[in-house]
């Protein structure tokens, strides 16, 4: 090899370096998830936005929302009585609401299981949903 070869082939040793680095980085530092659900109140529409947790935190919530035994036998892994709300609550961060007064909403009789649902259903994706990476075929 010659002396230009070799500082070539440094250079791009280095290069690659600085590029896993710098990925690694992008990796570390990536923003949470978020999502929006447009719902409509009597005409007036309201967007409520949600942020994704953690794994770890996910898991912790799951952990303190066992299921009874029922919900077992059913095959449930959390207690969808007292998770959904929990996990609205967690996530939901326009408008920001307690977990108080998430369960008060899906407790509220003017509340269709479809329309709650849609809103557990948001929470949920933000969470559990994959990374917006394109595929492309390859050989």
Same mark, same amino acid.
């Given at each position: 090899?010659?002396?230009?070869?070799?500082?070539?082939?440094?250079?791009?040793?280095?290069?690659?370096?600085?590029?896993?680095?710098?990925?690694?980085?992008?990796?570390?530092?990536?923003?949470?998830?978020?999502?929006?659900?447009?719902?409509?109140?009597?005409?007036?529409?309201?967007?409520?936005?949600?942020?994704?947790?953690?794994?770890?935190?996910?898991?912790?919530?799951?952990?303190?929302?066992?299921?009874?035994?029922?919900?077992?036998?059913? =095959?449930?892994?959390?207690?969808?009585?007292?998770?959904?709300?929990?996990?609205?609550?967690?996530?939901?961060?326009?408008? %920001?609401?307690?977990?108080? %007064?998430?369960?008060?909403?899906?407790?509220?009789?003017?509340?269709?299981? =479809? %329309?709650?649902?849609?809103?557990?259903?948001?929470?949920?994706?933000?969470?559990?949903? =994959?990374?917006?990476?394109?595929?492309?075929?390859?050989?």
């Amino acid at each position: 090899m010659t002396t230009g070869e070799v500082k070539i082939t440094a250079a791009r040793q280095a290069q690659s370096k600085n590029d896993k680095r710098d990925l690694r980085e992008r990796l570390l530092g990536k923003s949470k998830r978020t999502k929006e659900l447009i719902i409509n109140i009597g005409g007036d529409f309201v967007t409520l936005k949600f942020q994704a947790m953690s794994s770890k935190d996910l898991d912790a919530l799951r952990a303190k929302h066992k299921p009874t035994a029922k919900q077992i036998t059913e =095959g449930m892994g959390v207690n969808t009585d007292t998770f959904s709300p929990a996990l609205v609550a967690a996530t939901l961060v326009e408008p %920001e609401l307690t977990e108080a %007064e998430v369960k008060e909403l899906f407790a509220s009789d003017n509340w269709s299981s =479809g %329309e709650l649902g849609q809103i557990f259903s948001a929470a949920s994706d933000v969470c559990l949903e =994959g990374m917006d990476i394109p595929f492309t075929e390859t050989d």
